[in-house]
């Protein structure tokens, strides 16, 4: 399911616009990158939990090539299911 699927999905659900569910898609994403920007886990009830993940420089090989190269220092993030979500997949 791709964020345009998602969104007529929710939209027949709630009764609203497709327009104004994708803009609550991209204010929802917008609000949990901010807060794992400033290093806040987000935690959504039964869904899930949101967590900045900060990998430390290493090094790594091109695939390709073979050839040695620095990864930097970046900030990646962990997706946790909540409990909610792993009954809801695992009901059967």
Known sequence: MNKLELAK????????????????????NEVIGESITHDEPVLIQNFGHYTPWKQTERIGRNP??????PIRQRVSVKFKPGKGLIEKINKE
């Open 64 to 69: 390709r090539t073979g050839k040695i190269c």
């Open 9 to 28: 999905e929710v939209a027949s659900r709630m009764s609203l616009t497709v327009t104004q569910t994708l803009c609550f898609i991209d204010t929802m």
